[in-house]
């Protein structure tokens, strides 16, 4: 019973920024749970490479190119994700994005662009896609990678949090349009997760650690509870949820 009700058995998962990190240590969750997982990045290299570690194990994997700031060329990323799978994609694990950190008044035009490009307009015009696709069979469910800097303020970080507000925001309003169209749309707030991502932030590491409650950073597998919840049977009555995985850093300010 348990394991039905979380299983991702004859589902097909896209999983955008699967050549590392978090959506890396997913697509191998996703596809233990029963998924045929298309992993999708700008470093295709990468994700061919973990696709095949993934179809040795016996599993259901493909890899394929995605840049999510190129808007034109996303339409044809799905075609090669369903090509590849055999299937049209039931779940999107929206998942790609870059940070910056530098004070607000240095913060450059060119990089907050990159910031909104890949973390606020890429996520929507990937969701977009989805949501066309999944709409025409009334079913699907999308999860937004956001962050506990979509929810509370950090320092250095104005376009990266602004970005993840908006992604928050994103997802009520898609959720609530949705909802009559078969989709479910949820937002996962990582706080801080050792990836590579965590390099840039490595400076206020101690601080970082010191303000979460539960006194310790994260790992990608902190994060296998809730991403098989919201994409499976278990989540069916779940949308418009924006939920913390941060060891409770979200909650206080020291
Ligand atoms: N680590 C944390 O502490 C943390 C906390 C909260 C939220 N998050 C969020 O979690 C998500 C994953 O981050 P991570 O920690 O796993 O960092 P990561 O290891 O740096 O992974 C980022 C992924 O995004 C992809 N990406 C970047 N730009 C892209 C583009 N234009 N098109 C397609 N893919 C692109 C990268 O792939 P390519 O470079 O190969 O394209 C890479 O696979 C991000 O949205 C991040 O904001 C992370």
Request: charged share 20%; net charge neutral.
């Amino acid at each position: 019973m348990t394991d039905s009700l979380f299983s991702l058995q004859g589902k097909t998962a896209l999983i955008t920024g699967a050549s590392s990190g978090i959506g890396l240590h997913i697509a191998g969750v996703y596809a233990r749970a029963g998924a045929h997982v298309v992993l999708a990045a700008r470093r295709t290299d990468r994700v061919d490479e973990a696709a095949a570690a993934l179809r040795a194990a016996g599993h259901a994997a493909s890899g394929i190119h995605l840049d999510v700031t190129r808007g034109d060329t996303i339409a044809a990323a799905f075609d090669a994700a369903e090509q590849a799978a055999g299937a049209p994609v039931d779940i999107l694990y929206n998942n790609s994005g870059v940070i910056y950190t530098k004070p607000f008044m240095e913060q450059e035009e060119a990089e907050i662009a990159r910031v909104f490009d890949t973390n606020l307009k890429g996520a929507m015009l990937v969701a977009q896609e989805a949501a066309r696709r999944m709409a025409a069979r009334r079913s699907g469910i999308i999860i937004n990678i956001a962050s506990t800097a979509g929810l509370r303020a950090g320092g250095t970080l104005s376009s990266y949090c602004a970005s993840k507000a908006g992604l928050i925001h994103l997802t009520h309003v898609m959720a609530l349009e949705l909802a009559g169209k078969g989709i479910r749309v949820n937002a996962i707030c990582p706080g801080n997760i050792e990836t590579d991502m965590q390099q840039s932030l490595k400076d206020f590491e101690q601080a970082l650690v010191k303000r979460t409650p539960m006194r310790r950073f994260g790992r990608p597998d902190d994060l296998d509870g809730v991403s098989l919840l919201l994409a499976s049977d278990a989540g069916r009555y779940i949308t418009g949820a924006a939920i913390p995985v941060d060891g409770g850093q979200a909650l206080t300010w020291m």
